[in-house]
């Protein structure tokens, strides 16, 4: 079940549709980090380079009201993209009308045109009202995209989870669409580390809560061979088997699903045996405790040492490992240890040659800023939609992909 990739596609002389994920962060209208255009000029590269006119497009936060359309006007990432790029790129500020059309029918083989927004479309001025057409993939939105151009590449991996009409409503209304290489590569290592994973496949989940993650939990506990678990969440588990687990955070309603998922996993779910603790959520050296050994007050911030060795050993030998959720609050750097402690497992067993996969928004952000982005196989671009693949999903902006 191979998915049409964009170098698979004759695009020469031809209009390519290119949805990309633009939807970067903004202060003022000015760019702070650019990440996501640099990951998107493979595929707008190859599409130029090869002959293709490329129009490029992407959503940009969210447009609920008339103050979002300023707010997020889209303009300063085609200066960014024509920078980066190095080509001059057409900025058409409308979303469809006789300029865009006119733009479009003017490009030239190796032309760039980007248009506004995508959900500028979720709102309509005259009227005031929100119509989520873009969003709710409205079905003429969906054509009208379509009808300006022939094929359609899909590269927007974030937004893959919702279908829209600038995903499924195009793909509906075109004879080809294919993958972009970001979207290639999720399919790659989340797609085969859902459908065939190299055994052993080991899990680490972390991150602030359990009821964010019961889906993935589920799912995991169905394929993977064993599941290390960190972060806040790991104390839900820890109270639910009976250890008194002081200020940490834990979720109080979700013991009961805690104590059932435990049950299921039937021994594939390894909990932390100490923590660091602090009597307070802020920035001092805490002291590392065996998890039996917390007073009232000790509110656990990160794993401890031991825990760390015990994920070793879990670790050893693994050949798919998948991370969702750091393993304490890392942004404090006297709680980081834990979540450094995974990354350079997990350095390691990319040596080793195992596959290393890091989906999840935070979870990326901690690999990324401690410097271990090169050093795995994969981190996701997607947040909701890294957990939705990981949980078995189908998601609509792949599946929307032809086949080959
Ligand atoms: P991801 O985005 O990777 O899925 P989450 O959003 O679930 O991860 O969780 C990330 C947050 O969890 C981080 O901000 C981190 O500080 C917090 N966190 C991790 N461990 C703890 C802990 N022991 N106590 C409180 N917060 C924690
Ligand atoms: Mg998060």
């Known amino acids: 079940m191979a998915k049409k990739i964009v170098s698979d596609l004759q695009v020469k002389g031809k209009k390519v549709l290119i949805r990309v994920d633009f939807n970067v962060p903004m202060k003022n209208g000015v760019i702070t980090d650019d990440t996501r255009v640099r990951a998107a000029l493979p595929t707008i590269e190859y599409v130029v380079n090869n002959g ?16 979002d359309i300023l707010k997020n006007d889209i303009a300063p990432v085609a200066k960014r993209l024509e920078e980066l790029i190095k080509k001059p790129v057409k900025f058409v500020n409308a979303t469809r009308g006789k300029e865009l059309e006119d733009a479009v029918n003017q490009l030239k083989e190796g032309e760039i045109l980007m248009f506004q927004n995508t959900r500028y479309e979720d709102y309509d001025v005259q009227a005031q009202k929100e119509t989520k057409y873009e969003s709710k993939n409205n079905a003429e939105l969906g054509a009208y995209w379509a009808s300006l151009g022939d094929v359609f590449v899909n590269d927007a991996f974030g937004t893959a989870h919702r279908a829209a009409a600038s995903n499924v409503g195009i793909a509906a209304n075109v004879k080809e669409t294919a993958a972009g290489f970001l979207l290639e590569k999720e399919i790659k290592f989340i797609g085969g580390a859902v459908d065939e994973p190299k055994r052993p496949y080991v899990a680490i989940l972390g991150g602030s809560k359990v009821s964010d993650k019961i889906g993935v939990i589920e799912a995991l506990i169905a394929k993977a061979d064993k599941i290390l678990v960190g972060g806040a969440m790991m104390f839900t588990f820890l109270k639910a088997q009976g250890y008194n687990i002081g200020a940490s955070r834990c979720e109080e309603d979700k013991l009961d699903l805690a104590k059932d998922l435990l049950a299921k996993a039937n021994g594939k779910i390894v909990l932390p045996v100490d923590a660091v603790v602090n009597k307070a959520f802020e920035d001092v050296p805490g002291v590392n405790k065996s998890i039996d050994a917390f007073d009232a007050d000790d509110m656990g911030l990160d794993i401890g040492s031991k825990t760390l060795e015990l994920f070793a050993e879990n670790l050893n030998g693994a050949k798919t490992v998948v991370w969702n959720g750091p393993m304490g609050v890392f942004e404090m ?12 497992l997990l350095a390691k067993l990319t040596t080793e040659g195992a596959q290393t996969i890091i989906g999840g928004g935070d979870s990326a952000a901690a690999a990324e800023q401690l410097g271990y982005a090169s050093k795995v196989s994969h981190i996701s671009t997607g947040g909701g939609a890294s957990l939705e693949y990981l949980e078995g999903k189908v998601l609509p902006g792949i599946a929307c992909v032809d086949e080959i």
Do not use: M, P
């Open 52 to 67: 293709g006119k490329a129009i490029v497009f992407s959503h940009l936060g969210r447009v609920k009201e008339e103050a």
């Open 333 to 344: 750097k006297n709680y980081a240890a834990g979540t450094i402690g995974v990354c350079e």
